[in-house]
């Protein structure tokens, strides 16, 4: 699978003007963190049961192919068949090749970034096989031929007018103003896809080694309706996504439910282990559990980027991140977005095609503070970042390093001397004056100054500091 380099300086800079976009981010993302905030807060003992968690990652990542194994015989126990596939392109050849043995000519698909990563579309449409995407978001996405802004919200960078738009251009239908009338659309359509669908495809937010069950969490029930009306059903997961046993699920079903969406639990928890039994009224013939790797072993070799690996998707990092949120997810290049893409891109892809995304981050570790698994993203991206300043040699990235360096020590020195941050001070307020704009913040300041203020805003520095109009407050009240 080959990649293009990510652009993300470009990409981010063509999002920062969009309005229509830093809105809606903003929007959707604000829902999101006071949800996840007041559910989390309900809970007790809410760090102890992350520090549990990150433990149980932990183990499990160190001995991955333990539980591997374990995972494969007890998929096999329960009727099912595991597949390997070491990368994409034999991932795809292995579930094209199930649908061309099954003789299917049309797969719906619900709740898999592992499939977007992999580009599974398209390798059916080029084999002749109809797909379609049934969870909604992933629906629009598949319309509008994006790759998703989000984890869980894929399609959060359209607004109701785009998918109206969209809709009708797509679908034939009038423009309709009410989300209502727009998701009765797709119910409608969607709903014979289902019923003549040969097989169908999902992903897994868990797989219990112990038992060999899967677990899917969503909202709408198209991924229950994807898993038990075809014939077949290929789940396709990532090896990280293993859990021990099958007791740790009440750990992570409450973790994971509250972190992305806020809720106590997702609307449908589906557990599935096997093909449907002889006493079962529903579920496919066939169970095809493909394990797909695709550079998630060479992450699991760095023990310094390994936890990575630990990452449940559910988004919380995203919601919280002060350059995803101004940015969006297509300014990654890729399918995975904000913290976690920023760290699992250069990865999966090599850092050589994305050399920008360790550098799209302001360190400012709120993304650590609300993962559940405790994923310490700071660290990663600050390993990340020596790769590329290592593989880059001395390039303009290690030049514009080496000033950030020389301007964080300045700082340092004049912050930590009263005299020297007051004549600072002093002087800055009257070199400011070429690029004041009335009251507020500066117009573009000069290069290297620029690399900020071309896309960020950059106040004004005051004539009078903090300390001198605090000392006034204080007299006058007495």
Same mark, same amino acid.
């Given at each position: 699978m080959s990649f293009e380099k990510v652009a993300f300086e470009k990409d981010s800079s063509k999002a920062l003007k969009n309005k229509k976009l830093r809105k809606a981010l903003v929007n959707v993302t604000d829902r999101f963190r006071a949800a996840r905030l007041?559910? *989390?807060s309900q809970v007790e003992d809410w760090n102890e049961l992350r520090a549990s968690a990150r433990e149980i990652k932990k183990g499990t990542i160190e001995n991955l192919d333990k539980y591997l194994l374990m995972l494969e015989e007890s998929v096999k126990r329960a009727g099912g068949k595991v597949h390997w596939a070491k990368d994409a392109a034999e991932a795809c050849d292995i579930i094209v090749g199930i649908?061309? #043995? /099954?003789?299917? *000519?049309s797969v719906v698909k619900s709740k898999s970034m592992a499939t977007e990563e992999i580009e599974l579309n398209s390798a059916f449409e080029k084999n002749g096989i109809k797909v379609v995407e049934t969870d909604l978001g992933e629906y629009i996405i598949q319309l509008a031929g994006e790759h998703p802004s989000h984890i869980i919200a894929p399609a959060i960078h359209k607004t109701k007018d785009d998918i109206s738009e969209l809709f009708s251009e797509? @679908? /034939?239908i009038p423009h309709y103003d009410e989300p209502e009338e727009l998701t009765k659309v797709a119910r409608e359509r969607l709903r014979s896809e289902f019923l003549n669908a040969g097989m169908g495809v999902s992903g897994a937010n868990f797989a219990v080694a112990e038992t060999g069950t899967i677990v899917i969490v969503e909202n709408e029930g198209n991924a229950r309706l994807t898993t038990t009306v075809p014939k077949i059903h290929v789940a396709l997961v990532g090896? #990280?996504? @293993? @859990? $021990?046993?099958? #007791?740790?699920l009440s750990l992570f079903l409450t973790l994971l439910a509250r972190s992305a969406t806020g809720q106590k639990s997702s609307t449908y928890v589906s557990f599935i282990t096997g093909p449907r039994r002889e006493t079962d009224t529903d579920g496919p013939e066939e169970f095809h559990l493909v394990l797909l790797d695709n550079g998630r072993s060479g992450i699991l070799a760095s023990e310094k980027t390994r936890e990575s690996l630990y990452c449940i998707r559910c988004g919380a990092c995203l919601n919280i991140c002060p350059v995803y949120r101004q940015v969006g /997810?297509? *300014?990654y290049g890729w399918v995975y977005s904000g913290p976690i893409g920023a760290i699992i891109n250069p990865q999966l892809m090599g850092i050589d095609k994305a050399p #920008?995304? $360790?550098f799209a981050s302001s360190l400012c570790g709120a993304c650590r503070g609300v993962c559940p698994v405790k994923i310490d993203f700071p660290k990663v991206l600050l390993d990340l970042r020596k790769q590329v300043v290592d593989k880059e040699g001395k390039s303009n990235r290690v030049g514009w390093h080496l000033f950030e360096m020389l301007g964080i020590k300045l700082w340092r020195l004049t912050v930590e001397s009263k005299s020297l941050y007051e004549a600072a001070n002093k002087i800055a307020y009257y070199l400011q004056t070429p690029w004041k704009k009335g009251k507020g913040n500066l117009d573009s300041l000069p290069y290297p100054f620029s690399r900020w203020t071309n896309e960020r805003d950059f106040p004004q520095v005051a004539k009078e500091p903090f300390r001198k109009r605090w000392k006034k407050i204080k007299r006058e009240l007495g």
């Open positions: 007041r559910a *989390s649908a061309r #043995e /099954g003789e299917v *000519s797509k @679908l /034939g090896i #990280e996504k @293993l @859990l $021990p046993r099958y #007791e740790d /997810g297509h *300014s #920008e995304l $360790p």
